[in-house]
T-cell receptor
Framework: GAVVSQHPSWVICKSGTSVKIECRSL??????MFWYRQFPKQSLMLMAT?????????EQGVEKDKFLINHASLTLSTLTVTSAHPEDSSFYIC??????????FGPGTRLTVL | LAKTTQPISMDSYEGQEVNITCSHN???????ITWYQQFPSQGPRFIIQ???TKVTNEVASLFIPADRKSSTLSLPRVSLSDTAVYYC???????????FGSGTRLSIRP
């Protein structure tokens, strides 16, 4: 299966700071990237879908100015949580679009905002 | 995308066979059924996928009745390491995004 990496695997930051999460598809080119977040004991919630070279599409209720997504290349997408607050503490997971039903997911990034 | 319904949680013991059923009454003709497994603090991992009848791989079997309105993931002889959340998803091959349902939290006891 496809290899997906995320960096960092965990991060702790102070309230008000910005955090960038990188997602890389290591062995294939992804024109589409899905970003999810997951709160404890809950399911994955789709935040946004990004396409290489164009603006991301955000799900209802997700602030596009707070969660900045950049998909500048076919192997790298970044999610920046701007002015993070404690309620943004969550597990963030990326998934490159494969064009078929078997999706591959990154290992996730645990964000803790103090 | 068809909505799915699964039990919230299940318990079983090591060595037992575990069957997790998923309901997807509104499944479309072109939809496939895919199951994922997620361990704590990890991304989901593909387990198995099927369209109809039965599919088997090295880790699980997937049973799909003729009407395809439900499916059952079967895990043979579970071990403690099978404790995880299992998600059932349906979608066609051109699905633009994957929406997760609540999943089933499976706990395996010694």
């Amino acid at each position: 299966g496809a290899v997906v990496s995320q960096h960092p695997s965990w991060v702790i930051c102070k309230s008000g700071t910005s955090v960038k999460i990188e997602c890389r598809s290591l062995d294939f080119q992804a024109t589409t990237m899905f970003w999810y977040r997951q709160f404890p004991k809950q399911s994955l919630m789709l935040m946004a879908t990004s396409n290489e070279g164009s603006k991301a599409t955000y799900e209802q209720g997700v602030e596009k100015d707070k969660f900045l997504i950049n998909h500048a290349s076919l192997t790298l997408s970044t999610l920046t949580v701007t002015s993070a607050h404690p309620e943004d503490s969550s597990f963030y997971i990326c998934s490159p679009g494969t064009g078929h039903n078997e999706q591959f997911f990154g290992p996730g990034t645990r964000l803790t905002v103090l | 995308l068809a909505k799915t319904t699964q039990p919230i949680s299940m318990d079983s013991y090591e060595g037992q066979e575990v069957n997790i059923t998923c309901s997807h009454n509104n499944i479309a003709t072109n939809d496939y059924i895919t199951w994922y497994q997620q361990f704590p603090s990890q991304g989901p991992r593909f387990i198995i996928q099927g369209y109809k009848t039965k599919v088997t791989n090295e880790v699980a079997s997937l049973f799909i009745p003729a009407d395809r309105k439900s499916s059952t993931l079967s895990l043979p002889r579970v071990s403690l390491s099978d404790t995880a959340v299992y998600y059932c998803l349906v979608g066609d091959s051109s699905a633009s995004k994957i929406i997760f349902g609540s999943g089933t939290r499976l706990s395996i006891r010694p």
